[in-house]
């Protein structure tokens, strides 16, 4: 089984609607991190968590929202989905600061 | 945040060895140097860190210039499952959040 697993795998749908994001975790880390990629680039940073009580907003944190539900589970929200974020999404995990990221295989998100 | 230089793509031969270069002129002298790949539809996957020395480890070889403007990420006998876009990340934030460039897409030939 993956370390690090995302739900879905693949989402289509429609502008307005809210969707969710889920990330789990077996690896123990207390540092999870929601990514966005768009096509050709780097990753972007939209928030970070460093233990369940700690959550914090990152580069591009506008039209997302987060909540830790426990130290494995870090879910993604968009509360109101509009075509501009249409991405692949990846969630990773880290133990302690600068210590290696560890990735799940992403999420691919169209809205239409 | 340092600013980072990679080639856009690169091509190699199957089982020969692969230089991909990072020019990094302006970190910092406590960064680290963070390679990462990322294979067609995975996500990126950690290669390999350092700060001053050289490093090895099971997939590859880091070269860290005597002034750390630039660094090298050898891969040593390059495979066909070695085609991937490479990450060079010279730099984190106040919070060790790495922070991405485009990276450079290397093609390997059979």
């Known amino acids: 089984d993956a370390d690090v697993t995302q739900t879905p795998r693949n989402r289509i749908t429609k502008t307005g609607k809210r969707i969710m994001l889920e990330c789990s975790q077996t690896k123990g880390h207390d540092r999870m991190y929601w990514y966005r990629q768009d096509p050709g680039l780097g990753l972007r940073l939209i928030y970070y968590s460093f233990d369940v009580k700690d959550i914090n907003k990152g580069e591009i944190s506008d039209g997302y929202s987060v909540s830790r539900q426990a130290q494995a589970k870090f879910s993604l929200s968009l509360e109101s989905a509009i075509p501009n974020q249409t991405a692949l999404y990846f969630c990773a995990t880290s133990d302690l600061g600068g210590q290696p990221q560890h990735f799940g295989d992403g999420t691919r998100l169209s809205i239409l | 945040d340092a600013k980072t230089t990679q080639p856009n793509s690169m091509e190699s031969n199957e089982e020969e060895p692969v230089h991909l270069p990072c020019n990094h002129s302006?970190?910092?002298?406590?960064?680290?140097i963070h390679w990462y790949r990322q294979l067609p539809s995975q996500g990126p996957e950690y290669v390999i860190h350092g700060l001053t020395s050289n490093v090895n480890n099971r997939m590859a070889s880091l070269a860290i210039a005597e002034d750390r403007k630039s660094s090298t990420l050898i891969l040593h006998r390059a495979t066909l499952r070695d085609a991937a876009v490479y990450y060079c990340i010279p730099s984190m934030d106040s919070n060790y959040q790495l922070i991405w460039g485009a990276g450079t897409k290397l093609i390997i030939k059979p």
């Open positions: 302006t970190i910092s002298g406590t960064d680290y």
